[in-house]
């Protein structure tokens, strides 16, 4: 396993090698992709590029295969990779033209990315997504409770637009307190389960997750052979209670290209909030476990199947970036 680095967040946009070939210029798009947020930073994606395109497949050997058994979670991390690829192209004007799933030898192809001399720039992705690109975080701790504007999420809207995928947003405090009961009952549900507690355990302590506030609030040792499930609760508790805006995610159809659409948007939801100085933090546990997974679908009765339930807020304390695999590590080889 390759360890994960915080040096790939030092990319500038004046470093795009102009001058250089479209291979070269496609590599240093490809960079801005690794910085994409993924299920317990897991990053299942690998990449071939060359001067005229870039195939994103699956790393099935990173799935977390008991807390995400449909690989959900794996694909909406990939969408969020490949809209990151795409913002980026667009940035640089490399006009792109998208083939899914095509059919490839090892069966994990998900996207071709055809690199065209036609370029369109797309609404949905206006430059200050791409300048978030390198601030966005995942904040796992107490909000600042200052309120949301109305105008902010109506711009998170603006960007979220999908035929298939739809953003609910809400600061009802019903819809607060009941995440806050489904959250409660999802940790307990999940850490009582020893194999999902060994998966996480042998996550964190790979060094990949690069999560430190997990690690430090628990160790991995406590994950795997403690019931912790009760701490966890109550940091989830107190983080839920300085929430204002609840949103979700859901698709109409279910399957692994419409969970890459779902991930397409949440990461241009995510980067809109974040131009507004937001922080998000998914909250996925709650679609980990049947019961609570049913009873959110009663929840956020519009929109489809939940595939990302998040909160979203005003950062109390500056979130510093966690690590990525270096692009060398996943680039197939030629
Ligand atoms: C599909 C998906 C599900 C996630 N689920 C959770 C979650 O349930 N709880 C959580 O705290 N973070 C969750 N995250 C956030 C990841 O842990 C985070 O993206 C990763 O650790 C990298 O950190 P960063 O987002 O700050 O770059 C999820 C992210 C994705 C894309």
Redesign the pocket.
Known sequence: MPRATTKVWNIHPKEFPERAGRAEQIRFVLRYAL???????TQPWLFDSDSSRVRIYADFSRWQSVADADQ???H??LG?ALENLLIASEQFELGHALKWFPPSPTGNLVAEINYIDKFKADPARPVRLFEAITR?????GVFDTRPVSDTILKQIRSVSAHKDVSLLLSRDAEIRDAVDKLLLRADALAFANPDWRAELAECVGSGG???PWLLSMLGQFAIAHLNVGPQMAKHDHKSLMSTSVFGMIGTRGAGPQAWVHA?QV?ERAWLMATSHGLVL??????L?TEPTREACVKLFRAGGAPI?PFRLGYPREK?P??G?FDLSNVLMEE
């Open positions: 910085l994409a947020p993924s299920t317990r930073n959900r979670e794996l909406v991390s969020c966005r975080r995942t904040d796992h997750f690069g999560t991930g949440l933090q998914p909250i996925n546990q709650l980990q990302v979130v970036p966690t990525r």
